[in-house]
């Protein structure tokens, strides 16, 4: 029998996260800048919850979302991300926006 890990509390932050459009533009302005991208290459918009969550998995470096309540070196970098992006909201006066982003 498959034992499949469950969510609790981190997986439930980083899923909400995961919905905000404010995270979603945050993580555009943030890939533009890894990648040297401009506007007219990644421009604002794009991003979904899909996209978002694929970003969290891979910068924490972990499977699923529900990984997160069982990995704490995963969890940290989550806190890590969660608080840039709060950061730049701040900088942007931004507020977090949990809209259901558009579906592609």
Known sequence: MHDQR???????QSAILCTDTTFHRYL???LRWEKGLSRDELPE???TKQ???DFMRERCGIASRADLDHNPEAVEIF???RKHWQAWMAKHG???QQVPSRRR
């Open 6 to 12: 469950k969510g609790g509390r981190w997986a439930r």
């Open 28 to 30: 555009e302005a943030r």
């Open 45 to 47: 918009g794009v991003c």
């Open 51 to 53: 996209d978002a969550a």
């Open 79 to 81: 806190i890590k991300i």
């Open 94 to 96: 931004l507020s977090p």
